[in-house]
């Protein structure tokens, strides 16, 4: 089975993908310091990120919008999502 993320994962990797906040907000008088359970999870949460960034990102489809808008409006066939399945379509919302 495998791992499951935790709240102290998830500080982790905050602390790791913030770090220029993390030290602007360490140098206020109200900063808390994390708990020792959350530090011991920020050296596998840097190995996942560090995973991560080898992927090979794609480009998305050029028509992910209007599959993704019209996927809305199927979902819900006796409502509209006023989104409309075409990207010239005009709505309130454009």
């Not at 206020?28 to 991560?52: C, E, I, M, T």
């Amino acid at each position: 089975m495998p791992p499951k993320l935790n709240a102290n994962d998830g500080t982790a990797i905050d602390l790791l993908l913030d770090q220029t906040e993390r030290s602007r907000v360490a140098h206020n008088a109200g900063y808390v310091q994390p708990s020792d359970s959350v530090f011991h999870r920020v050296a596998p949460a840097q190995k996942l990120l560090n995973l991560l960034e080898t992927w090979e990102v794609e480009e998305p489809p050029k028509d992910l919008i209007q599959r993704t808008l019209a996927k809305i409006d199927n979902a819900q066939p006796n409502s509209s999502s006023g989104f409309g399945t075409s990207l010239g379509d005009s709505h309130p919302n454009a």
